[in-house]
């Protein structure tokens, strides 16, 4: 036992944690949400995360800049000089993933196709997150009848098949077929009504775990209002697991934007390009041979899910410490801090200060707010 | 092993002089802790958890091992069978002998089948929270056979033989039918028990249990006690109890091992280290500990006792209840749940009214009614002049600025995403005293002063202050507005020993300086004492007795104070062994 | 509807209540679960009753612009189209209780008549899918969690992962493509060949499952057939779900794997091998077949697009048809048919589940 620690005897947890926070001053957007998660992930939690990242930027990127990739048009059938395009041309130096059997250039269209899906995506995650999160913060936070009703609701709605729902709203929508953004918008708003119950879920389990704790009690203590309460309280709090739901739900639109498409209710193809569409059209060239026409707008679909779903399981991983890889040290080494029991277990009262590390991971939005504001000032 | 060896092989030459620092100990001691260190890794870097501590186990022994938060006690504990996470990384050695003598090994350099047979075999754990450990799909006498399977016993007749043995052992009546029960069955002393039975199952040495009385109320901490004492008397086991409670140590050790930061600081028999400290942190950490009849007394600077400036006696009253009742609505098909039943009590302005109880006593459901926080569901609760059986917020929220409340939890009493000045400044701006929170800045860091709270902490997150930290903080939020009603609920008894008594005197002396009238909820005895001027004691809804403090601690009237107040392990070795013998007697009696 | 970690926080233990008066608690569960199916198909019958009317009356979706003006008022008038719209959801939850859906408006058929007809075909899709399901999801998840951050785990999550991402028509065309066009083993398309449909007219009593009248028949080829039919269909459902699945299962028993019993139960000796197969593995089926039973919602719309992939003649063959005629009558009597039975399985789901859950039972 080392002299060193007899004089080193005070008041635990007083001083330490000073140091602590002090030393941890981070570059800004090392603490931004995805970059962040890419700094704790080891092993194949990164790899899964960088590979999901690439290929979801990959989609971005043809998507903002499908006009000067593509070719041709997404409509287009006729060469600049009035011939018409070949159908069901193999790939060849003109078109050089084929074309399809109504003469479209398979890969303008699914070049295009990146920007039908990234939009339909932002429309329909846009609207059902302020529904659902609006819905879930009143109904959790009231309780009562209005709330068992809302649940109700919300649980048969979310058992039933989100394609079939989504369809009936396609068709009430539109009617069926439209314009490239009447189409999208009716895509969107079909595939928001089915995520609404997600959110709403999502939300109000959230607030209903965070009106008991200590602080929103506090402020009903204090006499705080209900609108102080919800907003400055409850809606950030509450909003901290979106963006892993986020992610999956991203990947589960185009999904069922695609199925809408390959039933005949999505977008017209005049209008813009749509990767279910195309499929619904390939079906018949499957059966003769012809691959080209179903296997690279299949191909566009499977790799924008992937992306998306890998970084969304990676967000979700690195959120719950128990899915959470670590590496081991290796060998006996560190500065000795508070810890008992073990540091993957739910943090409590007896080991605070990995709690509190825990905690200092999970400030994005508080923490982050304050800092980019500086860096920008020196900007 | 440090037998002879060629020259030409070095490598095997090293090896071998390092194995020669880990032969096994001379000696007849059941357990060595040799030089061991061990260090995880976080999102923050490594972190040392336990930094060469060394230390004996001796043979029918109970050995505690005691320390604050994150002293390393418990990754001691758990290193012993290496019960470790992946990211754990140790060196050094524990060294176990085997209950029939035969040699020892070194449980850190074990693996697979080996280290199977010491876990349970050798040494089996008693964990901390018997409500997470136990597999709730699967009967206990089950989770019980399952330890003796993996311990080589085939025969199925014979495990479920010795399961319902065990059981009758530990004290589970009827043990033969309610072996096929399952966890959620059973209450949560029985449910220890039940823990402690699948240890003592194996027959194992070395029993370590890991704070296994945190969780459970004072009257099932004593028999848990009991029940540690049999393993050692009767199973001839030696027992190593982590706690942070010194009252246990001084129940039940026989040697005791004081923990700090990850060092030892101190190992020795338990009257040495009670009667004889030889080290300046076991005899703060001794000092800190709260004991009954010791009346917290605060001083100024100039040494004066701080005192009141009134009588509270002649204050007005504060706060009255008469046939306070609340109940919680049954879900479907199922009765309500009455917690509090038909209470009457009084609360005067200046005083500080001690409400003491067992978890589910109602205590805290009488602390939310006063604060506006629960439905009063019959009788009457006069807060401050306002009835609050029927009564509307608008009608409340005006003496809600007289009304402080501390809560027990001081992970949660913040909210994360706002700055400690925000927090505390949220009484000053819900009430208009200030338009923001930039407007507030002086007051609310005069407030943090005088919680002795350096200034600068105010744009502090909360994750960013310890426990002792942010529960000052807390008190600093509650008396933010001035208020002449502070509720108080259990505001220490998530801290530390040395934590918890600064903040006590800390709460005394604003008590006496500002008078605000109290009401200190806690299931701690000691901690009552200290600062109640009146104790009520609730058990099952219902005040069971009610009156002066010093009246309630040395002539308890009903025989549930009594038996509360015998199971209080009191921290002096030689004093708690009477105290055991009036518990016990107690006990008889209440059989007879 | 896929977020099976949602489901995979452990059950918290159930709220001390002051008398235990729980001798009857899985009758009563199963009583209350049982009663709450009503509000949720009533619900849903409600939702899509007044979503397909927000377009329009059905005469004039299915055959507005073919019919003279009058000669459409007139059909309207007789259906009873143009009465008040909650008269008309009245009567219609009142032919619900009566089993009346309706009548098809293109081949006027009674609605439930379809699902007599056409059901079993679904449900045998349903059945080889979610075996194929079963059979892939749950080793390879228990094997991806036991292997937790080991290659091998990656490689099975990045399986599960393509399962999922993988639009069940496009799996569909790609198995097409490669073993009826390419490979030419297997046939692209329908629910057996034409000569064994023949030999099914023979059956007195034909259960509409190919598979089961193939063995009334007792003829091997005809099997052969039916079962060389349902491989691909079954193949592309079945692993759209088994991607769901393994995940699902991984997620949950790395959860119990790390709770406090399975370390409890280590410390006491009990080997790696038992602790996933007993200790972690049944507290984890809980949430397991809690979201196992939602995923059948799921399945069916997959049955959907798998069915018009393969010209598999089931219910969701005939929607996407009626879809296209635009025959709203049988398309609302369809999805309320689906609606009842999403409803019934998960009834079905959640008492299998308080089945192996003690809290419940007892």
Redesign the interface.
């Known amino acids: 036992m080392p002299e060193s620690t007899a004089t080193s005897v005070g008041v635990p947890g007083d001083t330490r944690l000073e140091k602590l926070s002090v030393s941890k001053n981070r570059h800004w957007f090392s603490k931004l949400p995805v970059v962040r998660q890419l700094g704790i992930a080891v092993g194949w939690q990164k790899g899964m995360l960088i590979v999901g990242l690439v290929l979801t930027c990959f989609f971005l990127l043809v998507a903002i800049f499908a006009p000067v990739i593509a070719p041709y048009g997404y409509a287009q059938m006729k060469y600049d000089d009035g011939t018409g395009f070949p159908t069901q041309a193999p790939p060849s130096a003109e078109h050089i993933w084929g074309t399809t059997v109504g003469g479209y250039d398979v890969f303008s269209r699914t070049v295009w196709g990146a920007r039908t899906a990234v939009i339909a995506i932002i429309v329909a995650v846009v609207l059902s997150i302020f529904l659902g999160v609006l819905l879930g913060l009143v109904s959790g936070y009231f309780g009562g009848w209005v709330d068992r009703v809302l649940v109700v609701i919300a649980d048969a709605i979310y058992s039933f098949p989100s394609l079939l729902l989504a369809i009936l709203m396609a068709i009430v929508i539109s009617g069926g077929q439209s314009s490239m953004w009447g189409g999208i918008l009716a895509s969107g708003i079909s595939i928001t009504v089915v995520y609404i119950p997600q959110y709403f879920r999502t939300i109000r389990a959230e607030v209903v775990r965070i009106k008991g704790s200590a602080f929103v009690e506090s402020s009903k203590v204090v006499g705080a209002s209900t609108w102080r309460i919800m907003t400055r309280h409850l809606l950030r709090n509450s909003t901290r697991t979106l963006p892993v739901i986020l992610t999956l739900n991203s990947s589960e639109a185009i999904l069922t934007l695609a199925g809408l498409g390959f039933l005949g209710f999505g977008i017209e193809p005049t209008k813009a390009a749509e990767w279910g569409y195309d499929l619904n059209r390939s079906v018949a060239d499957v059966t003769a041979g012809i691959w080209w026409t179903a296997v690279f707008p299949g191909l566009a679909i499977v790799l924008i899910v992937l992306g998306i779903t890998l970084v969304g399981e990676s967000l979700n991983d690195l959120a719950d410490p128990r899915l959470r890889t670590r590496k081991s040290a290796g060998e006996v080494i560190g500065s000795i801090e508070d810890t008992s029991v073990d540091p993957n277990a739910k943090p409590d009262a007896a080991n605070q200060v990995l709690a509190e590390l825990d905690a200092m991971d999970g400030r994005d939005a508080a923490g982050d707010s304050t800092t980019v504001g500086d860096a920008g000032k020196e900007a | 092993m440090a037998g002879t060896h060629s020259a030409k092989d070095n490598d095997l030459a090293e090896k071998a002089v390092k194995d020669d620092a880990l032969t096994p100990p001379t000696g007849d001691d059941l357990a060595v802790v040799d030089d061991l260190?061990?260090?995880?890794?976080?999102?923050?870097?490594?972190?040392?958890?336990v930094?060469?501590v060394?230390f004996t186990i001796p043979r029918r022994s109970v050995v505690g091992v005691v320390g604050?938060?994150?002293?390393?006690?418990?990754?001691t504990a758990?290193s012993i069978?290496k019960?470790?996470?992946?990211?754990?990384?140790?060196?050094g050695a524990v060294w176990l002998r085997s209950r029939d003598g035969k040699g020892a090994v070194d449980v850190l350099r074990l693996s697979g089948?080996d280290l199977?047979?010491?876990?349970?075999?050798e040494a089996?754990?008693v964990?901390q929270?018997p409500?997470?450990?136990?597999?709730?799909?699967?009967?206990i006498g089950w989770?019980i056979e399952?330890?003796l399977l993996?311990?080589g016993m085939k025969d199925r007749k014979e495990r479920r033989a010795k399961a319902i043995e065990i059981l009758e052992k530990v004290g589970i009546p009827d043990a033969a039918t309610r072996v096929d029960y399952?966890p959620?069955?059973f209450s949560g002393g029985q449910k220890q028990r039940i823990?402690i039975a699948?240890?003592l199952v194996?027959n194992p040495g070395l029993i370590l249990a890991?704070?296994p009385t945190t969780a459970l109320d004072v009257t099932v901490q004593a028999e848990i006690l009991d029940l540690l004492r049999l393993a050692r008397d009767e199973f001839g086991a030696s027992v190593l109890i982590i706690t942070h409670n010194m009252g246990v140590i001084a129940d039940i050790a026989d040697q005791v091992v004081v923990m700090?930061?990850?060092?030892?600081?101190e190992q020795g028999d338990v009257e040495q280290i009670f009667y004889h400290p030889q080290?300046?942190?076991t005899r703060?950490l001794l000092a800190a500990v709260p004991r009954i009849g010791q009346k917290l007394v605060v001083r100024d600077r100039e040494g004066r006792p701080v005192e009141r400036k009134v009588d509270w006696r002649t204050q007005p009253v504060a706060v009255e209840a008469k046939g306070l009742t609340i109940t919680y609505p049954g879900r479907?098909?199922?009765?309500d749940?009455?917690a509090v039943d038909g209470i009457d009590f009084t609360i005067h302005r200046s005083e500080v009214l001690g409400l003491v109880g067992e978890s589910?006593s109602g205590k805290s459901t009488t602390g939310r009614a006063i604060?506006?926080?629960q439905k009063v569901s019959g009788g009457s609760l006069k807060v401050l002049g306002v009835e609050m059986n029927g009564v509307k917020e608008r009608a409340?929220?005006p003496k809600?600025?007289e009304?402080?409340?501390v809560?027990?939890?001081?992970?949660?009493?913040?909210?994360?995403?706002?700055t400690i000045a925000e927090?505390v400044a949220?009484?000053l701006i819900?009430?208009g005293k200030y338009s923001s929170v930039a407007d507030a800045k002086d007051y609310v860091g005069d407030l943090l002063e005088m919680v002795q709270l350096p200034r600068a902490y105010m744009n502090?997150?909360p994750?960013?202050?310890?426990?002792?930290?942010r529960q000052r903080a807390?008190l600093a939020?509650g008396l933010a507005?001035k208020p002449s009603l502070l509720i108080a609920d259990e505001p220490t008894s998530?801290?530390?020993v040395?934590?918890q008594a600064?903040v006590l005197e800390l709460f005394k002396q604003l008590q006496a300086e500002i008078g605000f009238a109290c009401l200190f909820i806690t299931h701690d005895l000691a901690v009552v004492d200290m600062l109640a001027d009146r104790i009520m004691v609730m058990h099952q809804g219902r005040i069971v007795e009610h009156g002066d403090a010093d009246q309630i601690m040395q002539h308890p009237a009903e025989p549930y104070t009594r038996k509360l107040l015998a199971s209080l392990p009191v921290p002096d070795p030689r004093e708690q062994r009477e105290h055991r013998a009036q518990l016990h007697e107690l006990l008889a009696a209440e059989q007879a | 509807m896929s977020s099976p970690t949602a489901a995979a926080a452990p059950a918290k233990p159930a709220k001390r209540v002051k008398r235990n008066r729980l001798s009857g608690g899985f009758f009563r569960f199963v009583l209350t679960r049982f009663l709450l199916i009503i509000p949720t198909v009533f619900i849903l019958v409600t939702v899509v009753f007044f979503v397909m009317r927000a377009t329009g009356d059905p005469i004039s979706a299915a055959l507005g612009g073919r019919l003279a003006p009058d000669e459409l008022q007139r059909r309207i008038h007789a259906a009873g189209y143009d009465r008040p719209i909650i008269v008309q959801y009245i009567d219609y939850l009142g032919g619900l209780l009566h089993g009346d859906l309706g009548t098809t408006m293109t081949d006027n058929q009674p609605v439930v008549s379809i699902l007599t007809r056409y059901g079993a075909a679904t449900l045998e899709l349903a059945i080889l899918a979610l075996i194929i399901a079963l059979l892939v999801g749950i080793p390879l998840g228990r094997l991806a969690a036991h292997h937790r951050d080991h290659a091998s785990d990656a490689g099975i999550r990045i399986f599960a992962i393509l399962c999922y991402a993988t639009p069940v028509f496009f799996l569909g065309l790609l198995l097409k493509l490669v073993f009826a066009v390419w490979m030419n083993v297997l046939p692209s398309s329908g629910r057996a060949s034409l000569s064994s449909e023949m030999q099914f007219t023979r059956l007195v009593s034909p259960t509409g499952l190919y598979i089961v009248d193939a063995l009334q028949l007792g003829d091997m080829s005809v099997l052969a057939d039916v079962l060389r039919h349902a491989v691909l269909p079954a193949l592309a459902l079945g692993l759209l779900t088994a991607g769901v699945f393994i995940r699902l299962v991984r997620t949950n028993v790395i959860a119990t794997y790390n709770s406090g019993y399975v370390e409890a139960a280590r410390s006491r000796g009990v080997g790696e091998g038992r602790l996933l197969g007993k200790h972690a593995w049944k507290p984890a089926l809980i949430p397991i077949i809690t979201v196992m039973g939602m995923q059948i919602a799921l399945m069916l719309a997959g049955a959907v697009l798998t069915e018009t992939t393969f010209e598999w003649k089931g219910l969701g063959f005939m929607l996407s048809t009626y879809l296209k005629a635009r025959d709203f009558v049988a398309v609302q009597g369809i999805v309320i048919l689906i609606a009842i039975i999403v409803a019934v399985v998960n009834f079905i789901v959640d008492v299998i589940a308080a089945i192996i859950d003690p809290r419940v039972r007892y």
């Open positions: 260190s061990v260090s995880f890794v976080t999102d923050a870097g490594p972190i040392k958890a930094d060469g060394h604050e938060s994150g002293s390393g006690k418990s990754v758990r069978i019960l470790l996470p992946e990211t754990a990384t140790t060196s089948d199977r047979r010491v876990r349970g075999g089996a754990m964990f929270e409500n997470s450990v136990l597999n709730p799909v699967y009967t989770q399952e330890g993996a311990h399952y959620h069955q823990v699948m240890a194996l890991d704070e700090y930061r990850g060092h030892v600081v080290h300046d942190y703060r479907l098909m199922q009765p749940f009455t589910g604060a506006g926080l409340f929220k809600r600025a009304i402080g409340f809560f027990q939890d001081p992970g949660s009493s913040f909210d994360p995403l706002m927090n949220e009484p819900v009430h502090r997150f994750h960013e202050l310890s426990g002792g930290q807390s939020r507005l998530a801290l530390d040395s934590v600064k």
